[in-house]
């Protein structure tokens, strides 16, 4: 239901621990994802940014259902994606997707494009007569022509693969595609046309994107707003121009403060925050050992703030 009806995609409190050390007395779990609420609207792009193992895979998979979650709710449409008839569970198949970062290693290397893009189709039941037109269409709707259908990956540059996995992505349609890092493994030159071709499905079809990346520099052109993650809880969640212009969190601040929007390049690496030297704290704020801001109320932990349509996770917000 688009308009007044309920968001295409509505997060809450979402969470999800990894086993990680086992033994005959004790089990030892990481949580890679704490707590997490978001929401996808129809025809948005909501970008996930945050440094390398702060858990934005793991939200990627969980909403798509590729992996369990351990508590919270994830609503499609609506609709609790855990409370699911069969026949409901099928139709939230088909209408979300996922493109992972390295086409490489998502794309079948024994298949030909055609094949590859055809197989959700089968899976789906979808006659073979359709299912021509249709393969067909995604692949020059991903900006390749038809001389690639009887291609192999290997015979394609990184860029054509990625545009292979994202005519996969689109072939039945969906409302929701899931772009984990769709950029990362390619060449600079090549990223933006990556990026372009999704800011068209977008426009063009009305698909949403859950964009997910560490390069703020990419996020802050595609996204029309963006999430902030560090350690698996979300630090600030807006309107991506208002976050990058005055951003709250201390952490967003640290992240975008050196981001002239014209100097992009001049951003700050998400890794090199230092660390500050604190005494351990248990449940406070997880930012406290880098926060340049830090004080003692930190060592608990601060509530999500809303201000003005933004949210941000910090005491002092
Ligand atoms: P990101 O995509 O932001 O780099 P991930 O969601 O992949 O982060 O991972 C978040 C954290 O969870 C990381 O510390 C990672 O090592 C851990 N993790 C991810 N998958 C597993 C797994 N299957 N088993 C154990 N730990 C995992
Ligand atoms: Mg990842």
Do not use: W
Request: a positive charge; hydrophobic letters at 35%.
């Amino acid at each position: 239901m688009e308009g007044n009806g309920p968001p295409l995609l509505k997060v809450e409190n979402l969470s999800k621990k990894y086993l990680i050390k086992k033994t005959l007395f004790h089990k030892e779990y990481f949580t890679a994802v704490d707590k997490v609420s978001f929401e996808i609207n129809y025809g948005e792009i909501l970008g996930v940014v945050g440094e390398s193992g702060s858990g934005k895979s793991t939200i990627g998979k969980l909403v798509l259902k590729l992996i369990q979650k351990d508590s919270g709710e994830i609503l499609f449409k609506g609709k609790d994606i855990y409370r699911m008839s069969r026949k409901e569970e099928k139709i939230f198949r088909r209408e979300s997707s996922v493109v992972f970062q390295d086409p490489r290693t998502s794309l079948n290397p024994r298949l030909t494009v055609y094949k590859i893009v055809e197989e959700p189709l089968i899976v789906h039941g979808v006659g073979r007569k359709d299912r021509k037109e249709k393969v067909v269409e995604a692949v020059k709707d991903a900006g390749l022509d038809e001389t690639f259908l009887n291609r192999y990956p290997s015979e394609l540059s990184g860029g054509q693969r990625q545009r292979v996995a994202i005519a996969r992505a689109i072939v039945l349609d969906p409302d929701l595609i899931v772009a984990d890092e769709p950029t990362s493994a390619l060449d600079v030159s090549v990223q933006l046309q990556i990026i372009k071709l999704l800011e068209k499905l977008k426009k063009e079809k009305n698909i949403s994107l859950m964009f997910i990346s560490h390069d703020l520099n990419v996020v802050g052109n595609i996204a029309d707003r963006i999430v902030v993650l560090y350690r698996g809880k979300i630090m600030e969640k807006g309107i991506t121009r208002d976050v990058i212009k005055n951003p709250k969190h201390p952490y967003t601040r640290i992240l975008f403060e050196s981001l002239p929007p014209d100097h992009p390049s001049r951003r700050k690496d998400l890794k090199n925050i230092p660390e500050i030297e604190r005494e351990d704290v248990a449940g406070g704020c997880p930012f406290y050992h880098r926060c340049p801001q830090a004080e003692d109320q930190c060592k608990k932990e601060p509530e999500m703030r809303k201000i003005n349509g933004r949210e941000v996770y910090c005491h002092f917000a």
